[in-house]
């Protein structure tokens, strides 16, 4: 390795090549070579990069070891508050479980990025409106309109995490695209510390068992729901400080399972109408539809970011752009079913709310699909699919807002 480390020192690519064919020995090898070399800008170049890593600083420092602990602990006060107070869990818990995550995310990035004091203030009044309203608003989760403010709640109040996360770009694409990218990056993380936390929890229960001490309840009441509701606050730390753990990770996943669900969504359109499944009449199935077209809206927009800036990779934008076509398609149909449910049994509020939803989604994956097409064509339009996404993300935040808080005066609280 050595001796083609020397003979390729000034040829990059070919440098480039060496180190990916075996980076654990190029690195073991360069490094005993370099102070023969250090006199070559390509060696001390490629010393620095091989050797940057050891030199950053601890993702816990003091300060930022005391701000994840007491965010922590706020978090953990909020979800233990039907449990100080007489309130019922039953009452308390589908109102208000969005605020014992966001506010505290909002709070870290609020320390961590630059924004302005209109920001903070945005942010704050935001979240005093929303607990105060859904706290006031009469209905239980039968009533169609409380049941849809419930549910639409946590997704403003992430809107609003994402207009703190911008700091002082709220207009930038390329930061509410940062801020989409940071969501999948949080989603790992803390997967990975639920998982983490849930295998330590049955060796601690199990320990406990041996010896006949059944710790269990004291266990779920005292530690892991703090645990629980500390795991956003300290996945987000993590992401932030130490990117290089999942950074790389969702678009992987997304470059992945790009090809395997166009493969199966394209038997699925087969089958469905083999089938003659029915969304028009079927309520259920329309739902998980509705679920399904989510979660592949989903892995589009975690997959466009790899493509898009690698769009010499004209397989995977081939898929991905198939894969937004078939997801028009399967939307169009959803649609319609929807139009048809209205036209035949009336308006509700969960059919306008759906409506809503869906008419947005579908405008978005045209525009999607039409970005990729150029771009699998043309090979120009390298970040016009990002765009589309970017620029759509304030027409769904004021959808849900409509439906939050504007649905209970439309439609009535019964």
């Known amino acids: ?39 070559n800008n390509t060696a001390r170049i490629w010393y620095e990069r091989l050797n940057y890593q050891a030199k950053q600083s601890s993702p816990w420092q003091k300060q930022d070891l005391f701000l994840v602990l007491g965010l922590s602990l ?31 995310l909002m709070a870290y990035f609020a320390v961590k990025a630059s924004i302005s004091g209109k920001q903070m203030a945005v942010a704050i009044m935001g979240i005093l409106i929303s607990v105060i309203y859904i706290n006031l608003l009469p209905g239980t989760e039968q009533t169609d309109t409380f049941f849809l403010a419930c549910i639409h709640l946590p997704l403003v109040l992430w809107m609003l995490l994402g207009y703190v996360y911008t700091g002082a770009s709220p207009g930038s694409y390329r930061k509410r695209l940062d801020f989409l990218s940071y969501n999948g990056d949080l989603v790992v993380m803390a997967t990975l510390i639920v998982i983490s936390g849930g295998l330590f929890t049955a060796i601690t229960l199990g320990l406990f068992q041996l010896i006949d001490l059944d710790i269990e309840d004291f266990y779920f009441e005292y530690i892991a729901i703090w645990g629980i509701a500390a795991a956003p606050v300290l996945a987000t730390h993590l992401v932030r400080t130490t990117p290089q753990l999942v950074g790389k990770v969702t678009p992987v996943i997304a470059k992945i399972f790009t090809p395997v669900v166009f493969v199966m969504l394209t038997i699925y359109l087969v089958a469905v109408l083999y089938t003659g499944k029915d969304p028009y009449n079927d309520r259920e199935f329309l739902i998980i539809f509705n679920a399904l077209l989510i979660g592949v809206m989903a892995i589009i927009l975690f997959s466009i970011s790899e493509t898009s800036h690698n769009h010499k990779n004209e397989i995977s934008l081939f898929m991905l752009s198939g894969l937004s076509v078939i997801t028009v398609i399967l ?10 449910r209205i036209w035949e049994w009336g308006i509700t509020p969960n059919r306008a709310a759906v ?13 999607i699909a039409v970005s990729l097409i150029k771009n699998l064509i043309k090979s120009h339009q390298t970040d016009a699919a990002e765009k589309s996404i970017a620029q759509f993300l304030p027409v769904y935040a004021i959808w849900v807002a409509i439906v939050t808080f504007l649905f209970p005066l439309m439609f009535g609280f019964a």
Not at 80 to 103: E, G, V
């Open 1 to 39: 390795m050595k001796k083609e480390i020397l003979k390729q020192i000034d040829q990059p690519e070919k440098l480039e090549q060496l180190y990916r064919n075996n980076k654990s020995e190029f690195r073991t090898e360069f490094n005993k070579l370099y102070p023969d070399i250090k006199n």
């Open 331 to 340: 939307n169009g149909i959803a649609l319609s079913a929807i139009l048809y």
């Open 74 to 104: 706020i978090a953990g006060m909020i979800a233990k508050i039907p449990d100080f107070t007489s309130l019922d869990p039953d009452y308390f818990f589908p109102r208000n479980i969005a605020f014992i995550t966001f506010p505290v």
């Open 355 to 367: 409506l809503g939803i869906n008419v947005l989604i579908f405008i978005n994956l045209i525009l």
